[in-house]
Structure formats: structure tokens, C-alpha cells
């Protein structure tokens, strides 16, 4: 099973908005719709942002939006703010042998 | 509130047997539909699934480590362990456990700290 594809990088100024691309298979993102995000800062643990594609846990801001359109997944963040800066990972479930599908990760830098 | 801790050795020997222990609060592993994890990162790379246990002892490995993996739990101590054995120098990372909700297929919604293994002769 390999990883599935982000950008490497992404960015944004203060106020405006940036959109990462988690991009896999009909045997992962395509064919399920249990897709999560993750926000990592430097040395910290990861933190779930998005799941089932797009519903936020609680606590995560509502400038967080999720959303799949075939074997692509998306993660948007409106209203960039400097705590925003992390890596993003995004997850998928490949089916149940194998639950957990990470990204290759994008690093988000805010301007 | 759920909390997961790893512990460890810092340092494990190429081809020694590393053996982590997560210890958790705030949920129960006897509870239907609950999992803990184990989740690794190399520094500067991304994230990679290693094993899963669910409540009803029920185990998964990431296909490609299986061989090296085993998982286990001790429901009365709140208590998961993973053992990797052969260790090599690209096992080198910040091992994490994770908690998998009751209907969480796919996600794990709190993490451990991490402990990083370094593996070197």
C-alpha cells in the first residue's frame, strides 16, 4: 500500500486561504469516505483536524473544511493565521486489513 | 479526558528487540469498537501506521513490517505493547500510540507525546 500524495509545500498570506491535495486510489480514498487530517507543529503530536472527510472534532475551527471528489481529497484553511504553520498529513482508510493510510505531508507556511 | 503516554528505550542496537509500552487513562479497552495504535515518523519524513488492537484483542499490521510486529494489551493496567524485533538504523523515529474511537475507522483523535527511538551500534 503506498503513501498517498500532498504537495510538499503550500502557502498564504494572513486572511486568506490555502487548499492541500491529498490525492490516492479507489482501494483508499476512492473508495471510502473515512478520510482525516492532521495538524503537526514542530516536535508536537499530530492532532486530528478533519475526519470522515469533512467533519471538524470538536474545538477544531470552522476555517478547517474537508471535502473528496473522486481519489482526490481536499483540506482547506480560510482566514490563514500565523498558528496555522505546520505540516499536514492526510489519512485514509484502505479497507480492514489495512486501516491507516497516511500522506506524504505538506508543510504550510503562512506569510 | 483520554491521555496516552509512550515509554521506551532512547537507544535500541541494530538487530535488538525494541519493545514500547503505551499506558492510557480516560477510556477503556474492554469498550466495543475501541483501538489503540501505534504510529511511527523518522525525523523530517511523514507518518507511518504500524499495528492496531482493538478491544476484542482483534490485531492488524502494516503489511510490510507484520513479520517484525507484535501488539498486545493489558485491559486491567490500561496497558498496550508493541515489540518490533531486528532492529535497523531506518527504524529510527518518534514512536506515538494513538486512541481509535467507538465508529473511528480510519482516524485516531488523541495521541501520546512520542518517544524517538534512535537504533545505532
Redesign the interface.
Known amino acids: 500500500q503506498s503513501a498517498l500524495t500532498q504537495p510538499p509545500s503550500a502557502s498564504g498570506s494572513p486572511g486568506q486561504s490555502v487548499t492541500i491535495s491529498c490525492t490516492g486510489t479507489s482501494s483508499d480514498v476512492g473508495g471510502y469516505n473515512y478520510v482525516s487530517w492532521y495538524q503537526q507543529h514542530p516536535g508536537k503530536a499530530p492532532k486530528l483536524m478533519i475526519y470522515d472527510v469533512s467533519n471538524r472534532p470538536s474545538g477544531v475551527p470552522d476555517r478547517f473544511f474537508g471535502s473528496k471528489s473522486g481519489n482526490t481529497a481536499s483540506l482547506t484553511v480560510s482566514g490563514l493565521q500565523a498558528e496555522d504553520e505546520a505540516d499536514y498529513y492526510c489519512s485514509s482508510y484502505a479497507g480492514s486489513n489495512n486501516p491507516y493510510v497516511f500522506g506524504t505531508g505538506t508543510k504550510v507556511t503562512v506569510l | 479526558q483520554i491521555t496516552l503516554k509512550e515509554s521506551g528505550p532512547t537507544l535500541v542496537k541494530p538487530t535488538q528487540t525494541l519493545t514500547l509500552t503505551c499506558v492510557f487513562s480516560g477510556f477503556s479497552l474492554s469498550t466495543s469498537g475501541v483501538g489503540v495504535?501505534w504510529?511511527r515518523q523518522p525525523p523530517g519524513?511523514?507518518?507511518?501506521?504500524l499495528a492496531?488492537i482493538y478491544w476484542d484483542d482483534d490485531k492488524?499490521y502494516?503489511?510490510a513490517l507484520e513479520s517484525r510486529l507484535t501488539i498486545t494489551k493489558d485491559t486491567s493496567k490500561n496497558q498496550v505493547v508493541l515489540t518490533m524485533t531486528n532492529m535497523d538504523p531506518l527504524d529510527t523515529a518518534t514512536y506515538?500510540c494513538a486512541h481509535r474511537p467507538v465508529a473511528?475507522?480510519?482516524?485516531?483523535?488523541y495521541?501520546?507525546?512520542?518517544t524517538l527511538v534512535t537504533v545505532s551500534s
Open positions: 495504535g504510529i519524513k511523514a507518518l507511518e501506521w492496531l492488524l502494516t503489511p506515538y473511528g475507522r480510519g482516524r485516531f483523535d495521541w501520546g507525546q512520542g
